[in-house]
């Protein structure tokens, strides 16, 4: 019984803080995505010297290269997942959010 209402109101602060979780996962992804894009194409560094280009707390926002379209890709597992491009004499810019 205490178990079920532990559960309870977890699920209930859960609900109640989704919004704020959702934005800043949303932020985290965008901010990666842009900062990764700009260490790899502007600056030419290799994507693993680019990891270390995040702000603290934002360990949990992966960051993926996609040469082919220099691009990068960041996410935050099952919230939020954005992409930047490099397009010459603009530097790197967000794709449209989804």
Known sequence: MAAAI?????AALLAWHWP???GRARL?????????CSCR???????GSCQSDKEPGMAIVTLADEPEAKAVKASVPLLATRTARYRPGWGCLLDPAK
């Open 41 to 47: 194409y502007v600056e030419g560094r290799p994507m």
């Open 6 to 10: 532990a559960a309870l109101i977890l």
């Open 28 to 36: 985290g992804a965008a901010y990666g995505a842009r900062v990764a």
């Open 20 to 22: 704020a979780l959702v």
